[in-house]
């Protein structure tokens, strides 16, 4: 069953009225009763139900998303689970989805119409951090809240952001091959634009882990593909061509599947360890075939969930969230394959 403001106030014998004023950050609580109140609301499994507690306002918001056309295979499942999130609030939130080409392209327009059109906050992936900053500040100074997925743009106003931690998931790609590889080789990095915080990140931290455990792997070409397949295919060739002793490969973004074309052509996909990012239909059976040894799921689903509540219980009630919201980002292997794909349907 699941577990109410009545079963906390139960447990620690105070008053349901001290309970809800603690756990929604009201005043009149002291900092030791909040802390009890949170550390038992999280003991017995606490969940607030957002939908009835947001159903009780009559007032409506308005909530513009601008997400990425390309690629596709990413970008629809994180619009799909945005609007999944936000269909238990409708009538009072209404969600206006915006597309725009790719990262970094189209997307700073659509952020000045929305603005002018005075919606009450947006959601936004940064391809440029640099060139939306200002426009992200201007927005906060009219109390439009801006909130971040999946990039980010830190030195900005935003309210938060919500990533597959970057860092992390660079590092992990970087301690799997390392122990793939303890005789050491050549490793290729792939990604997007090293100018957007979370694809820096993830080299940062893939750079970070390949020395930390003392193997011999070391980082070979580092190519920007800019989520562009046409560029990632022929830079992928140019790249197995000029380095013949490369034993493994890191693509850190969903632009995955060129790379591995090139790979083939070139003749080289059985000497090659590879590691891709995020789980979609075009990758199931090259993972199962062992074409690709793991990939990195980023997990979508979530961070559009995330990203949605988020935001819209600031709008709602002013509670300001935690500058980063990071989900763990998962590695995929053929061993665990169908149990994620299970999860997934």
Not at 266 to 277: D, K, S, W, Y
């Amino acid at each position: 069953m699941s577990v109410g403001i009545k079963d906390i106030a139960r447990a620690l014998g105070i008053s349901t009225g001290t309970v809800d004023r603690a756990l929604h950050a009201k005043p009149g609580v002291n900092p030791a009763t909040r802390a009890r109140v949170l550390s038992m609301a999280a003991q017995l499994g606490y969940r607030p139900n957002l939908a009835a507690r947001y159903l009780k306002s009559r007032r409506q918001l308005r909530i513009s998303v601008h997400l990425p056309r390309e690629i596709a295979l990413f970008w629809d499942s994180l619009r799909e689970s945005i609007r999944e999130a936000a269909a238990p609030f409708a009538p009072h939130l209404h969600v206006d989805f915006q597309t725009y080409p790719g990262l970094g392209n189209g997307d700073i327009p659509l952020f000045e119409t929305a603005v002018r059109a005075g919606t009450n906050g947006l959601i936004v992936t940064p391809g440029n951090p640099a060139a939306l900053k200002p426009y992200i500040d201007d927005a906060a100074r009219k109390n439009i809240a801006v909130v971040c997925v999946v990039t980010d743009a830190p030195d900005s106003a935003r309210l938060a952001s919500v990533s597959a931690a970057p860092f992390t998931s660079g590092a992990v790609v970087g301690e799997f091959l390392s122990r793939c590889q303890p005789g050491g080789g050549k490793v290729a990095f792939f990604t997007g634009w090293l100018s957007t915080h979370e694809h820096a990140e993830k080299l940062r931290g893939f750079e970070s882990s390949l020395g930390s455990f003392g193997g011999l792997l070391r980082l070979g070409p580092i190519v920007e593909a800019h989520d562009d397949e046409r560029e990632g295919y022929q830079q992928a060739l140019e790249v197995l061509r000029a380095h013949p002793d490369l034993t493994s490969i890191y693509v850190s973004t969903v632009n995955s599947l060129p790379v591995l074309r090139a790979a083939e052509q070139e003749g080289r996909l059985p000497g090659l360890t590879i590691v891709t990012t995020d789980l979609f239909p075009e990758l199931v059976e090259l993972i199962r075939a062992g074409v690709i040894a793991a990939t990195v799921y980023q997990r979508p689903l979530s961070q559009g969930r995330l990203a949605l509540q988020t935001l819209y219980q600031f709008l709602r009630d002013g509670t300001r969230p935690p500058e980063r919201i990071q989900v763990v980002p998962h590695l995929v292997m053929r061993s665990n394959l169908d149990l994620f794909l299970e999860r997934l349907l």
